[in-house]
């Protein structure tokens, strides 16, 4: 298995990233500690990852907040001795769609610094633990749209290229410590719609193309070369191999998952 006697912490562990990675990491034999706001999420995403013979324990936990994520990493840490993987896997609704002169300052801000502020918090929280053992593994993910142009992207465009550029900084911070960071860059999923935030936000930006949902979502699928998007076990998959010792040498990398919307 390649995440036998790893422990891993999911932030977002009841989301659809979240919930999927959970359940990859525990059939390939992690000890797992999921957090996030509801619990109810959070109890489904753990009974799920049981069936596949894991060690699961929850937490509510508010990743934004540095004091709380403390305590949490802290309190893992005690009972195990170590961790070795944290993912944030945190996602929430924020606007896309509209054109910059229909955009608030408050509405462009709030994904910038939403995902920076809980990416900081938790990064910070583990590292602490990760530098003075060692090792470990820092996940992050981030969006098409750091590459992306045109209307209506920009909160996320500045969001995602924030990301992207933290992880590969703290990458060369923690690398001398034996720490690696992988940021991965997923597009859209398939079949995350019914399950996540993003299929309100979504129907959204389809309504304002007169389209509906299912309609957007089948155009943005016709931009990818492979005439698809990925799905939640597909991410969720090359986690377990970014987080595994199988994958040794990579650090400071952002993995494109996009099925070919981004060529690299």
């Known amino acids: ?128 633990q990760m530098r003075s053992q060692g090792s470990g593994v820092i996940l992050t993910v981030s969006t098409p749209g750091s590459r992306l142009t045109g209307r209506g992207l920009i909160g996320n465009a500045a969001q995602s290229s924030g990301l992207e550029g ?21 597009h859209a999923l398939k079949d995350a719609s019914d399950t996540s935030y993003t299929g309100v936000m979504f129907g959204r930006i389809a309504d304002m193309s007169g389209l509906s949902r299912e309609e957007w979502v089948a155009g943005l699928a016709a931009t990818t070369l492979l005439g698809r998007l990925p799905l939640r076990a597909e991410v969720a998959e090359y986690l377990a191999f970014a987080a595994s010792d199988r994958a040794a040498s990579m650090t400071g990398v952002i993995a494109n998952l996009s099925a070919g919307a981004l060529v690299d």
């Open 1 to 128: 298995m390649l995440l036998e006697n790893k422990v891993a912490v999911i932030y977002g562990g009841g989301g659809s990233i979240g919930g999927a990675t959970a359940r990859v990491f525990a059939r390939e034999g992690a000890r797992l500690f999921l957090a996030g706001r509801s619990r109810a999420r959070l109890e489904a995403a753990a009974s799920v990852a049981r069936r596949e013979g894991a060690e699961v324990e929850i937490a509510v936990v508010d990743a934004m907040d540095q004091d709380a994520v403390d305590r949490h990493v802290t309190a893992v840490a005690d009972a195990t001795g170590h961790i070795d993987i944290a993912l944030n896997a945190v996602g929430f609704d924020h606007q896309q769609g509209l054109a910059i002169a229909d955009t608030s300052l408050e509405d462009y801000l709030y994904p910038v610094t939403g995902y920076l502020q809980t990416n900081f918090v938790t990064a910070k929280a583990v590292a602490r």
């Open 166 to 186: 933290f992880s590969r900084a703290l990458a060369g911070e923690l690398g001398p410590d034996g720490v690696r960071v992988v940021c991965v860059r997923p």
